[in-house]
């Protein structure tokens, strides 16, 4: 039942070429812009220039976002539509019909990785220290962690515009403190505290050390095990509040 779940999914979002377009083209287009904005920007010489830096944290937080938007709309969508019930009249179980969901969405997202890595690293001189395929690894679980908080999301929204409002109650404060527009370290101390208990913060740390570093640090494994485990939660959670209709 998960794997045709999974299935169903994958051809819905198929047949989606809206849906399609802000996975896999919007990040695309968002990179690139930040490419042009920071591209004559000066730099000291020898060093990476702004994007480099803006570019790789981008990499943790594209992929994030924009897989939470998509996740909590689509299932909300399902449920407001009936899809849910009917499946529940089925034997279907409540495990597998959301894994079938995350696998798909899951899927999804790591093709939106893929692709954005490909044109960040050959398209846009994006360099790192060390393996490109650490950083595909950390997106794809960014990706995963905003599928799980956008299942969550769904649980609790009434509306496409209510799931939407999610945004700047989930996303935007990890976009803050996360560390992409002030080091965390230099954050006042409540606010650093506070950036600690937020998965986004590692994303963007594990990439970052994988820019700095060319081979894999303590810490770069202990920030993937942190985004792998508030994905699992969020999943976890996400199973326990479905339900099969929007109230």
Not at 145 to 159: I, K
Not at 162 to 180: E, H, R, S, T
Not at 190 to 212: K, T
């Amino acid at each position: 039942m998960m794997i045709a779940t999974t299935a169903r999914v994958l051809l819905q979002l198929r047949a989606d070429r809206r849906t399609v377009a802000l996975i896999l083209i919007v990040p695309i287009v968002l990179l690139t812009l930040l490419y042009l904005v920071y591209h004559d920007q000066p730099h000291p010489p020898g060093q990476p220039g702004i994007f480099n830096h803006v570019g790789v944290s981008m990499l943790g937080i594209l992929p994030f976002a924009l897989m939470f938007l998509v996740t909590s709309i689509a299932m909300l969508r399902e449920r407001s539509s009936g899809t849910l019930e009917r499946l529940f009249t089925t034997r279907i179980r409540k495990f597998d019909l959301l894994a079938g969901y995350g696998g798909a969405f899951s899927v999804t997202a790591a093709a939106q990785a893929a692709l954005l890595c490909a044109i960040a690293f050959w398209l846009l001189d994006l360099t790192v220290a060390g393996s490109v395929g650490w950083i595909v690894l950390i997106a794809v679980l960014d990706a995963v962690l905003g599928v799980g908080l956008g299942l969550l999301a769904s649980a609790f929204a009434r509306t496409e515009f209510q799931a939407v409002q999610f945004m700047p109650v989930i996303v935007f404060p990890q976009l803050f403190l996360c560390g992409l527009l002030v080091p965390r370290g230099q954050l006042p101390g409540w606010l650093e505290w506070i950036s600690n208990i937020l998965p986004l913060s590692y994303a963007v740390d594990a990439v970052n050390q994988v820019a700095r570093h060319s081979d894999p640090t303590g810490e770069m494994w202990r920030d993937i095990a942190i985004i792998a485990a508030f994905a699992v939660g969020a999943l976890g959670l996400a199973a326990a509040s479905l339900r099969r209709q929007t109230p």
